[in-house]
């Protein structure tokens, strides 16, 4: 491995570094302000190390193996957004798992992307579109019914920022993916979980159909911890997703249907004005999965 050391980057969002893991020859842990971002192995793209990511692919997978399935035009392109870039890492995975698909990839920080892509960089093959800009900003300006799935992945400070908490980005979320098209966001909180709540009862105005994906002793309230969400208008095959995760080294648990919905309960939706971002995590509520 060339780059066999750490590489760092002051950028206007924090300090970056990427380091190469000694386990696996062309790997690297990608962090901002030392807290634990992605992880990429350029040798192994389908290769998700961190917990949360998993449950992503694992999500991706299931949505990927229901377009296949009918209901699209023949020759139709699946078109993936990537909210939040980081290392790159489910970008790479769809490349893999998904040949052929075009992603859109929307991350803030210009100087990290510069990083990860001068020494982690993309096949060559993939039709993956770097944007340098602002999520919420990003999205408004995309068309309508564009995606087939939307990764909301943002994370500043460990904390989702307020744009991306109200019901307002949920409508444009919901407008700019098609009508069978699959919103998936990670988030996360701890008991009493009202921000995940609130989140649920803003995506419910938009999506009919709602799982949340999570380890047990989170959705128990013993802990902190990501929770993966899927939204959409049609049903996703929440079978399929349950027997993915529960296969993991980490085993999760899928909720949906009246178990969701008692969990939602009297949740309040949340507006821009009022919007919020994530709470603040618990010192070593994260590190690698």
Known sequence: MDDALPVLRVTEYGTVKLMPDVDRERAWLLTVDGAPQSYVDLDDPAHLEFEYTRRLGHALDVIGAGASGGGRDVGHVWHVVHLGGGGLT???????????????????DGGLLDLVTEHAPLPPDADIALYAADARAWLEAAPDASADVV??????????????????????V???????????A???????????????????????????????????????????????????DVAALARRTAADPFPARVEHGAALRDFIGGARVVGDAEAVPSPVPPEGAFGIG
């Open 151 to 172: 990764v909301g992945d943002v994370f500043g400070g460990s904390r989702v920022p307020a744009p991306l908490t109200s019901v307002e980005y949920a409508r444009t």
């Open 186 to 236: 990670n988030l996360a909180d701890g008991a009493p979980f009202t921000f995940l709540r609130s989140q649920l009862a803003n995506l419910a105005t938009v999506f009919g159909e709602l799982a949340v994906v999570a380890e047990p002793g989170v959705l128990r309230g013993r802990r902190f911890g990501n929770a993966v969400v899927v939204a959409s208008r049609q049903p996703v």
């Open 174 to 184: 919901g407008r700019v993916l098609r009508e069978d098209g699959v919103y998936l």
């Open 90 to 108: 489910l970008p790479r995975y769809v490349a893999v798992t998904r040949p052929g698909a075009r992603q859109s990839v929307v991350e803030a």
